[in-house]
Structure formats: structure tokens, C-alpha cells
């Protein structure tokens, strides 16, 4: 019982002592619960609905029009966008946009839907009264709704329904309003042709035929029109660029541990006494873990383009721009191994390395829209998301793989990848150059 | 040889006023630490744990900046020509400072090209410095498989790759069997006599004694005897030998 209690004592006193590894015992879960059911919430919601700005273009300019704008305005999770930098939007430029991922959503109202939406009513009510069926006389109006390729079927669907829900409400409202209209004249007409004829015989009253068939005529409809991207997304693609920025960024953990292994066993000091520049140690190192970058991708690809397939997915397809997409994954790498060198150089033991890396990846691979998309978050995570190196990485590699992206197109995710690879090279490099301070007589 | 005011044409080693006091310490890790080193010289670097013996060979060997003090190697001065003055250096850590998962072939190839050295001569010194250590036979097996020992060998040999003037050498026995120690010691022996030049620091009194010509003892960052093994006993003629001598300079108190 000795020897056990005095093992138990004795863990647990190393335990303590370790107060940064206990730290990350119970901080990382902790984070990676935040960060995760933050970024899930939404999806989780019986709704599915999300906090989001959607263009709206009014074409109509009447009342229906100006209805279905109020209505989307008093939902909570709505923003409608009218106009950009001042200017009115149009459809093409509206279009244009959800295609790009600006904007995932567009709701079209076209002109004269509230004439249209009115003469079916009138046309059903007066077929209700006279027992005829004039359905196809005029022409089915429909509100148009545009959806970015790459936003889910789930989030469509229950974007639609709570459309198509809102114009019910809104049909059910014409109908009354133009029967309320008509009854009065209806039974005007009816006295008037009956007079002198009192009592009235009750087979001679008019009734409305209203079966279950008139019912389901429709007076407008909404429908979701098909995109302009000459390929649609498909799951490969938008898999294949999100797990492979994940992967890429895995790479911190065995970059930062040999980093951290050179440095507990004196091979760093005996690199230092070289007469080589540091920055070569440095840059060798990178060099190495940017091919093995590489390979990861290459892997990845090759899985999409000839594993996939036998198993009955689309062959993946990267796009047209090579170029762009060479320059976009070796930005990802160099990125992701800055992250990995600056942490080396940073923890203190391989353990702190390997736990904060791989915790650290997956909250920036949440928070990044590699998990759930980042137009389904909470709009603070959304916010949070644009610091995200993994969000820089998808979104350009989607952008040239899916919505056939060019270098300019995502010079911006370029940019920042760029920034956060100098950043965490100067931090590295500092640090690299301080090791001096930690040795001991 | 006592440490000249100047260096001459040959010395290979001059560090004058070395000091340097680590952030957020009280006292300095080495106060003044002045040693020059002849060719094919060997200096003995002893002190007790703490005494300062490592932070001298780092900031000698350019691993650490001093707060103040000049070292000069191979007539390079460290501080301005930093590449110059490590060219002719090799260092053997007090770690088996390798990388585990290479082969000692591959270990000893690795620190030859960022020497600058290629092929056949790479190859040719590869084979030399493995056989200096006696580890031919096992030059295609891996660090990580090498006993105690054979490490320790290994970590010498990649100091020997380039062919340095001045071999810095903390502790480069510890923890190795007699065998494998005195094979060490012959060797560093044979490589003075070729005109290589070391600084050695350990805390066996008796490899200082056998191998080194003159012998410094610091402490608390301070040098507090200086000479050959002769000199230091005859000025203290109660003591026996040097590790009698060494007890009587830095006391039996337990150092931290």
C-alpha cells in the first residue's frame, strides 16, 4: 500500500509542478468547448437559421413587394442589403456577387408582381363563384432566390420554406381581402337578378366553390434559380480544399517538436557554433516541411481525382487557374510552418508544443469554416473567423477550385497568409536568437 | 604559460575580461575571465557545478554575446567576424548533441555540408573521423541504437569533421566506461600532438591531470588558480595531487 500511495503522492506532486502542462489539462478542452459550440450553435438550432445579410432587389415597388421586404426585415436573423455604397443593386450585379461568395443569399421581387399576384386572386375568387377553372390563363409569379453554389442544401431548404411560408401567410391575406371585395357585389348581383322572386328558392343561391382544388391554386411562387457557374461545387471540392488546409496546418506539431528536441539536446547549440548564418537553419528547415507540405496536398488531390471516384463521387476539380493555386498552397504552407516555427521556439517542452498546436489548429479550423460553413455562425464568431489563417487558406483555395478563382481574385487571403507567415518568422527568428539568455553556467 | 598581456602570431585562443551576468541575476555567471590557448595546447577548464565553466565556453564559442571582454580565435575576432573565428572551431557539447534517428555516417555528413564540405572529400573525412573513434563498423547505425559510449564517440567525431584548430570540449567524458574514456583521452592526445588545440572542461581531476598542459580552476564565475599541473601543486605543497588542490580552491561545501 506504501509504495502505491507514495506513487500516487509523487505523480500527482509532478503534476503540479507542471503547472503550465495542467494549465493546458484543462484550459485547451476548455477553449475547444467555447470555440466549437460557439461556431456549431446555429447549426444545431431546429432552424438551422443564422444571423445573415441578404441582397434584396425590389423591382416591384408596390405593395407586395414593399411586404415581402418588411416581413424579411422583422426576422431576426436577417439583414436585408438594398443597396451597396449608395447604389442601388441590380440582378446581374446581385448575381455576380452570391456567385463570388460575398453574398449567400439574393431575394428577387420582379416588377409587377403585385398587378400579377392580384389578377390570379381576382381570377380565383370570380372561378370560386362561377364553379369554372381558368388555371394556366395567367401566367404563376414567383419571387426568385439566388443561392452561392457552395451554401448547404439543409440552409436552402429551410431558407425556402420559411419563404414560401411568408408568401402563404401573404396569398391567404390577397384572397380574403379580394373575396371581402367581391362578396358584397357578388350577392348585389345576385339580389338584383333574383328580385320579385322572394322567397328565394335555396338551390338558386349561388355558392362559392371553394373544393380543395382551388385551395392549392397558387397565386406566386418562389423558386431558388439554378447558378451561373459553369460547374457547380461539388462535395470533393469543397472537402478536399478544407482538410487539406487542416492537414497542411498539422504540420506545426512535428516542426515545433524537432525544434523543441533540438534544443533540449544540444543540437541547436552546436548548429549555433557553425559558420552558418542562422536564417539557413531557419529557411533549410522550412524548405523541408513546405515539401512535406506539398506531398500532404498532393496526396490529398490524388485522392480526390482517382480514389473518390471509384467510390461514386465526382473527380475532384481544382480549376483552371494552376498558377494561382501553386502560389495559394505553398502560401498555406509557409504559413502553417511559421505557425509551427514560432512555436517550437516559443513552448518551453514538447509537450506544451504538441498539445497547444494541435489544440490551437482545431479552434482556427473551426473558427475557419472548415467545420461548419462561417455564414451558419454566430455573428461574433463570423467576426472572429476573419483572423483565422485556416478561413485565409479555404477561401482562396475554394475560390480558385469552385467559383474558378484567379491570383487577383484572392490577392487578399495571399496577403494576409503573407503577413502571418512574416509574423511568425520574426517571431521565430527573435526568439531563435535569444536562446543565449536560457543557458545555464 | 601564464595568460599573456597580448596575443601572439600563434595563439589560437585569446579571451580577455569576459563577463557576463544572465537577466534577472544577481551576481555574474563569470567575472573577468581571461585564457589563451597555444597550439596544440591543451587547457583544462575545472570548477565545481555552477562555477561557470559552461557560460565560458559559450560565450567563447560565440553561443553567447559578453557584456564585456574580447575573444579573438585563429586571430578573428569573434564579435566582428563571427564566421571567421567559427570556422576554426569545433564544439563538443556536454549533450550528445545528434540527431537520434540518422545514421553516425549520416550525422557526421550533415554538420560536413554546412561546413561546406562535398563529396569524396566529405566521404573520405566521414571514414577518417569515424575510424579517429573507433566507430567504422557502425557508421550506417542509428544514434538512437548506440550505447553510452559509442554516443559520446560519435559526438566527437562530428567535432573533428572539419578539421578545426581549436576543439571546445565540455565534459566529453561523462558517463562513459573506462574503455570508451581512455580511448577518448588517447585520441584527444594524438590530435594535440597534430597541433589541435583544445579547451577542456571536466570534473574528472585525473583525465585534467593526465591530458591537459595547463589547467584553469574557476569558481563562482571567477578564475581563482591558473597553470600546469606541476605549477598548481607546487604552490600548494599540502596537497597531494590536483583533486586534493581543487578540494582546497573551491572547499567541500555542495555546490547547486
Given amino acids: 500500500m506504501q509504495p502505491l500511495l507514495a506513487t500516487l503522492f509523487k505523480e500527482l506532486r509532478l503534476l503540479y509542478r507542471d503547472r503550465f502542462g495542467l494549465l493546458v489539462l484543462f484550459v485547451m478542452p476548455a477553449v475547444l468547448v467555447v470555440v466549437v459550440s460557439l461556431v456549431q450553435e446555429n447549426v444545431l438550432k431546429a432552424t438551422g437559421a443564422a444571423h445573415m445579410d441578404i441582397l434584396f432587389i425590389d423591382q416591384d415597388r408596390q405593395a407586395f413587394g414593399t411586404l415581402i421586404g418588411e416581413q424579411l426585415e422583422a426576422l431576426d436573423t436577417v439583414t436585408l442589403v438594398t443597396s451597396l455604397d449608395g447604389q442601388a443593386i441590380d440582378t446581374d450585379q446581385a448575381r455576380a456577387l452570391v456567385d463570388k461568395g460575398r453574398y449567400q443569399v439574393c431575394i428577387a421581387v420582379p416588377a409587377g408582381i403585385t398587378e400579377a399576384v392580384r389578377a390570379r386572386a381576382v381570377e380565383q375568387i370570380s372561378d370560386a363563384f362561377s364553379g369554372g377553372s381558368r388555371e394556366g390563363a395567367l401566367p404563376l409569379p414567383h419571387v426568385s432566390v439566388y443561392f452561392d453554389p457552395l451554401v448547404q442544401g439543409a440552409f436552402r431548404s429551410s431558407l425556402l420554406n420559411a419563404m414560401k411560408q411568408m408568401l402563404l401567410a401573404m396569398e391567404m391575406e390577397i384572397k380574403a381581402q379580394i373575396l371581402a371585395e367581391s362578396v358584397p357585389v357578388r350577392f348585389q348581383q345576385t339580389l338584383s337578378a333574383l328580385a320579385g322572386r322572394i322567397p328565394l328558392d335555396p338551390a338558386t343561391i349561388p355558392k362559392l366553390q371553394m373544393d380543395s382544388g382551388w385551395g392549392r391554386r397558387r397565386l406566386m411562387d418562389v423558386v431558388a434559380e439554378q447558378s451561373r457557374l459553369k460547374k457547380l461545387p461539388t462535395s470533393v471540392q469543397q472537402n478536399v480544399a478544407a482538410w487539406s488546409v487542416f492537414g497542411i496546418f498539422f504540420i506545426v506539431l512535428p516542426l515545433g517538436g524537432a525544434i523543441i528536441r533540438e534544443r533540449k539536446d544540444g543540437t541547436l547549440a552546436r548548429l549555433r557554433t557553425l559558420p552558418v548564418p542562422y536564417i539557413t537553419l531557419l529557411v533549410g528547415k522550412l524548405g523541408a516541411y513546405v515539401t512535406v507540405c506539398w506531398a500532404q496536398f498532393l496526396f490529398i488531390v490524388l485522392m480526390g481525382k482517382a480514389g473518390l471516384p471509384l467510390l461514386g463521387t465526382p473527380v475532384l476539380s481544382l480549376g483552371s487557374d494552376t498558377t494561382a493555386l501553386i502560389v495559394t498552397v505553398t502560401m498555406v504552407a509557409l504559413a502553417a510552418c511559421g505557425y509551427g516555427l514560432m512555436l517550437g521556439t516559443l513552448a518551453r517542452t514538447l509537450e506544451q508544443a504538441t498539445m497547444f498546436g494541435a489544440v490551437s489548429v482545431v479552434c482556427a479550423a473551426a473558427l475557419g469554416g472548415i467545420m461548419v460553413p462561417v455564414y451558419v455562425m454566430p455573428p461574433v464568431m463570423q467576426t472572429i473567423s476573419t483572423f483565422s489563417p485556416l478561413a485565409w487558406g479555404l477561401n482562396a483555395l475554394v475560390e480558385i477550385s469552385v467559383r474558378e478563382g484567379t491570383l487577383g481574385s484572392v490577392r487578399h487571403e495571399l496577403l494576409y497568409l503573407a503577413v502571418f507567415f512574416a509574423v511568425t518568422m520574426v517571431i521565430a527568428w527573435a526568439r531563435f536568437g535569444r536562446f543565449d539568455r536560457q543557458a545555464e553556467t | ?256
Avoid at chain 2, 550528445?96 to 554546412?114: D, H, K, Q, V, W
Wanted: glycine share 10%; charged share 20%.
Fill in chain 2, 1 to 256: 604559460m601564464t595568460h599573456p598581456e597580448v596575443p601572439s602570431l600563434t595563439t589560437i585562443l585569446w579571451a580577455e575580461g569576459l563577463t557576463k551576468t544572465y537577466p534577472h541575476a544577481r551576481t555574474p555567471a563569470l567575472s573577468s575571465f581571461s585564457l589563451s590557448v597555444g597550439p596544440g595546447e591543451i587547457v583544462g577548464l575545472l570548477g565545481p557545478n555552477g562555477a561557470g565553466k559552461t557560460t565560458a565556453i559559450s560565450l567563447m564559442t560565440g553561443l553567447l554575446a559578453p557584456d564585456s571582454g574580447k575573444v579573438t580565435i585563429c586571430g578573428a575576432d569573434l564579435s566582428k567576424h563571427p564566421r571567421k573565428a567559427q570556422q576554426c572551431i569545433g564544439l563538443v557539447p556536454q549533450h550528445i548533441a545528434l540527431y537520434p534517428s540518422l545514421t553516425a555516417a549520416e550525422n557526421l555528413s550533415y554538420f560536413g555540408r554546412m561546413y561546406r564540405i562535398n563529396g569524396r572529400e566529405l566521404k573520405a573525412r566521414v571514414n577518417a573521423c569515424l575510424k579517429i573513434v573507433g566507430l567504422s563498423n557502425s557508421a550506417h547505425g542509428r544514434i538512437e541504437t548506440f550505447s553510452g559510449g559509442m554516443k559520446r564517440r560519435a559526438n566527437l567525431a562530428v567535432a573533428l569533421l572539419h578539421q578545426p584548430r581549436l576543439l571546445f570540449l565540455d565534459e566529453p567524458t561523462a558517463g562513459v566506461d573506462p574503455q570508451s574514456r581512455n580511448m577518448i583521452l588517447d585520441r584527444l592526445s594524438e590530435l594535440s600532438r597534430s597541433g589541435v588545440s583544445m579547451l577542456y572542461t571536466t570534473h574528472y581531476i585525473e583525465e585534467a591531470e593526465k591530458i591537459c598542459s595547463r589547467i584553469a580552476v574557476i569558481d563562482e564565475g571567477r578564475t581563482i588558480a591558473h597553470g600546469s599541473p606541476g605549477e598548481l601543486t607546487h604552490a600548494h605543497p599540502d596537497c597531494n595531487d590536483l583533486g586534493q588542490l581543487f578540494l582546497r580552491l573551491t572547499g567541500k561545501d555542495l555546490r547547486d
